[in-house]
């Protein structure tokens, strides 16, 4: 019977498997890949193929359990983001978020959406 034969790649394949089995290496290797692959943006579309909502009737509460009403961005551009403080992909993207919010604070409403509970 033959052995197998350790190689360099075989070494690297199973450092990155334990890596990925190990919670707190598995969220840095998830967030850096989902910001490489960011680098991938996609298009933007087409002002004509955009569609402008009709119903405001969406109540949030924010960090400081105050109600936004939807009903206070009508008729401006919102970005809204469904986000998890879990996700590789919605942790990778806060950077260019802030990006965002400081060019165009002034021009966009962002609000941040999520059902996780407040932190006391």
């Known amino acids: 019977m033959k052995t197998p034969k350790v190689t360099f790649k075989n070494i690297v394949f199973g450092l990155i498997i334990v890596l990925l089995i190990i919670p707190a290496s598995r969220q840095f290797i998830q967030v850096q890949l989902h910001k490489g692959l960011a680098l991938f943006s996609p ?39 469904f986000w998890a403080t879990w996700c590789p992909p919605c942790i990778a993207e806060l950077p260019s978020m802030q990006k965002l919010y400081e060019t165009y604070s002034d021009k966009i409403e962002f609000v941040f959406v999520s059902n996780e509970k407040k932190k006391p």
């Open 43 to 81: 298009s933007i579309q087409a002002q004509s193929n955009r569609e402008q909502i009709n119903n405001y009737n969406w109540n949030l509460v924010d960090l400081n359990d105050s109600v936004y009403n939807f009903r206070q961005a009508e008729n401006k551009i919102v970005l809204v983001s």
